[in-house]
T-cell receptor
Framework: QQPVQSPQAVILREGEDAVINCSSS?????VHWYRQKHGEAPVFLMI?????EQKGHEKISASFNEKKQQSSLYLTASQLSYSGTYFC???????????FGKGTTLSVSS | NAGVTQTPKFQVLKTGQSMTLQCAQD?????MYWYRQDPGMGLRLIYY???????DKGEVPNGYNVSRLNKREFSLRLESAAPSQTSVYFC?????????????FGAGSRLTVL
């Protein structure tokens, strides 16, 4: 079942902050975050595992609430390059496939 | 390293025609995936292969077949294309199993069915 992302769209000025949320109705092993620019493939941002392990880019922060099956991606001091569509992908059990949400479109202007 | 390579990048088909999308990875990954992307729908899983020799249906498998030819290659076949299969198709791969395994995507294949 697809995870639910919110909000669907965010409009920011450079330097502003944003939070993107991802929620699942099922117990999760991991949550993944990807960003996609128009016409390009999704690019990895962050993985959060059950138990607390995280792996990702230094400038990206995220949280994973295992009990609530929710994750949030925190984008601080946004830059023009942050614009794109952000997808969360959830994995119910280790080694199964990632199921992605419908995405959150972020637009950053100067 | 090339990563994940998909061919073709663009294809136009007529309704009822068949075609195969090819995907190959050179990262020694065990797991491979096919997703389709439509406006407003996100990335939807068509089929995946957790390891060589296994394949499983995803969220939207109807109208598609897959073959895990070997560890490197995972193809997606449309036997009788329909306009509803007009989409951008992404192949992806990762190591698989437990742990923080990053999913690497190919550049995508844009398919139009007339």
């Amino acid at each position: 079942q697809q995870p639910v992302q919110s909000p669907q769209a965010v409009i920011l000025r450079e330097g502003e902050d944003a939070v993107i949320n991802c929620s699942s109705s099922k117990a999760l092993y991991s949550v993944h975050w990807y960003r996609q620019k128009h016409g390009e493939a999704p690019v990895f941002l962050m993985i959060l595992l059950k138990g607390g392990e995280q792996k990702g880019h230094e400038k990206i922060s995220a949280s994973f609430n295992e009990k609530k099956q929710q994750s949030s991606l925190y984008l601080t001091a946004s830059q023009l390059s942050y614009s794109g569509t952000y997808f969360c992908g959830t994995e119910g059990q280790a080694g199964t496939a990632l199921i992605f949400g419908k995405g959150t479109t972020l637009s950053v202007s100067s | 390293n090339a990563g994940v390579t998909q061919t073709p990048k663009f294809q136009v088909l007529k309704t009822g025609q068949s075609m195969t999308l090819q995907c190959a990875q050179d990262m020694n990954h065990n797991s491979m995936y096919w997703y389709r992307q439509d406006p407003g729908m996100g990335l939807r899983l068509i089929y995946y292969s957790a390891s060589e020799g296994t394949t499983d249906k995803g969220e939207v498998p109807n109208g598609y077949n897959v073959s895990r030819l070997n560890k490197r290659e995972f193809s997606l076949r449309l036997e009788s294309a329909a306009p509803s299969q007009t989409s951008v198709y992404f192949c992806a791969s990762r190591m698989g199993g437990s742990g923080a395994n990053v999913l690497t995507f190919g550049a995508g294949s844009r398919l139009t069915v007339l």
